[in-house]
């Protein structure tokens, strides 16, 4: 090599020194053999754990949730910035917006697609990660915080979900939303303040609009960033992810660690690649529904709620509203928030179920809760009508206290004879209380999206031939 090449090779060039400001190692990885890939992983052990224990990569462990909803995000994230581009939040512009973007911008309605198909698997990605987190007891010390920083992640979620569904200003929004702010008003005391607070007004309208994009597209992302921040950090401060586990197979062996990279994250970037993959495949067949503009004179028949709040609706249509929109929620939220600091004879973190015990009673409870639940539905639709069964007393206490007794009489009587039949353990029917009532809900939520029709009466549209009225 002559002298000038050599004085040539210490010296690099502008763009070299620029990028060497930027990343120090940089010039010397990449002379070295493999540079790149060193380079590349020094970045991402900043963000992942240099090692993990093996037995937490099992797929059956996690299924790949968490990282999911993750990915859902970051997608709602990145369509909803090109969506801001195009879009309108005023009432007389959001509709034609959307039209101009589906008719002139060039992969307008793909990526208005990809947004709105993601909003919705990520609702249901959320809550199998809830169960799953549940069901593996990994709520158990030192996750306890984490779940009700889950438990609030799931809430906005949620509320990200019923925010957009307004902004394309067509008639399933306009009338979702105004029925879901009517619910509003059967809170005590607050409801009404409440209700004027969040619309903007006493009905659904252009100060609605104004403050649900506010939130949409400001508040509720920036708060998801900052709380999945705090998830994330709860993972790695426990030390990963609860250790899977064989019931009665002891709790202090994590087993053997392996090097994250390649072993975590190219699992990781498998998931996310497939899902990916999915949703855009998804966009492409499916477009996203817009119906038509909102016509705030002439409400659809029946009018549903999104279909993530169709549980409410259908409670509604069996319990005075102040128990089915305030009493059954709140409690549900409070003893959703106790779950991880009530006293538990065993740590049941890492065993699905807590015990083979366990699964054989959550299999009764979702057996139980069926045919409860649908039997319920039934004899209030067809047999008695609990408001004219009672005509002399109060509705909240015909239809509200009476039935809410019952309820609890029933789910008490229940916890009493199971927790007999087994013997078991806190633990255990603690969880079988979850699943009884968590699996009533998801059937009245799957009959208030499928199976009610015009008046919001009960229909079978595979035996009609009708398809059910959209909740999406
Ligand atoms: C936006 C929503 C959420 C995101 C993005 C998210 C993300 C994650 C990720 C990536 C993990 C690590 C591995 C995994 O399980 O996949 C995790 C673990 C965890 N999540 Fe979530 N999560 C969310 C909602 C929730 C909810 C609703 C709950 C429960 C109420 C929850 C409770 C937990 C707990 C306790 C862990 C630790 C699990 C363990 O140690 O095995 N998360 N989450
Ligand atoms: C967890 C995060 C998010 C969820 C669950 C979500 C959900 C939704 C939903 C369900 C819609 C209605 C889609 C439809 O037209 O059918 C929507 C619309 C919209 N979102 Fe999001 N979104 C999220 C994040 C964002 C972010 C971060 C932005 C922008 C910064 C954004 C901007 C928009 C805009 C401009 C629209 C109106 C356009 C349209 O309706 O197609 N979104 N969003």
């Not at 991402?44 to 996690?62: G, M, N, Y």
């Not at 994590?254 to 090097?259: D, F, I, R, T, Y």
Request: with cysteine; glycine share 8%.
């Amino acid at each position: 090599m002559s002298k000038k090449q050599e004085a040539k090779e210490d010296q690099p060039n502008f763009f070299y020194r620029f990028g060497h400001s930027i990343f120090p190692g940089l010039l010397q990885s990449l002379k070295e053999p493999e540079g790149y890939r060193k380079l590349f992983n020094t970045l991402i052990l900043h963000f992942r754990p240099r090692t993990v224990p093996e037995r937490t990569l099992r797929f059956t462990l996690t299924w790949g949730l968490g990282g999911m909803a993750l990915i859902l995000i970051l997608l709602l994230f990145g369509t909803g910035l090109m969506l801001k581009f195009v879009y309108q939040p005023f009432p007389d512009k959001a509709y034609e917006s959307i039209l101009h973007l589906h008719e002139d911008i060039l992969f307008g309605q793909l990526i208005r697609n990809i947004h709105h198909w993601s909003a919705n698997l990520l609702v249901i990605v959320v809550f199998l990660h809830f169960l799953r987190v549940f069901f593996t007891g990994a709520f158990h010390p030192p996750r306890q915080f984490n779940w009700v920083i889950g438990l609030s992640l799931f809430f906005l979620v949620i509320i990200s979900n019923f925010t957009g569904y307004l902004l394309p200003w067509n008639q399933l929004s306009f009338w979702a939303i105004t029925i879901c702010g009517g619910m509003l008003e059967y809170i005590p005391v607050i409801g009404i303040g409440l209700k004027k607070a969040i619309l903007g007004g006493s009905e659904v309208g252009r100060e609605t609009m104004s403050r649900f994009y506010a939130f949409h597209t400001a508040i509720l992302p920036a708060a998801l960033i900052i709380l999945m921040s705090l998830h994330f950090w709860r993972v790695r401060k426990a030390r990963g992810l609860v250790i899977p586990r064989r019931p009665g197979e002891n709790k202090d062996n994590p087993g053997e660690s392996v090097p994250a990279m390649p072993d975590l994250i190219l699992r990781e970037t498998v998931v996310a690649l497939i899902l990916i993959a999915f949703i855009m495949l998804f966009s492409i067949a499916f477009d996203a529904p817009l119906g038509d503009k909102a016509n705030p004179g002439l409400s659809p028949n029946p009018t549903k709620a999104p279909w993530y709040f169709m549980g409410f609706q259908e409670m509604l249509m069996h319990f005075h509203p102040l128990f089915a929109v305030f009493i059954i929620p709140v409690t549900t939220v409070l003893l959703l928030l106790s779950i991880p600091y009530l006293k538990y004879q065993v740590d049941t973190g890492g065993v699905w179920f807590a015990s083979s015990k366990g699964r054989r009673m959550a299999g009764v409870a979702v057996f139980v809760a069926f045919i409860v639940t649908l039997v319920g539905i039934l004899l209030d639709e067809y047999i008695f009508q609990l408001s004219s069964w009672m005509p002399g007393l109060p509705a909240s206490i015909a239809t509200g206290l009476i039935p809410f007794g019952v309820l609890l009489a029933g789910v008490a009587g229940f916890y009493v004879l199971m927790k007999r039949r087994y013997a078991a353990t806190g633990n255990e029917t603690i969880q079988m209380l979850f699943i009884l009532l968590l699996a009533g809900f998801v059937i009245l939520t799957l009959i208030g999206i499928w199976f009610r029709g015009p008046g919001m009466k009960l229909m079978w549209p595979w035996v009609t031939g009708g398809s059910p009225p959209a909740t999406m």
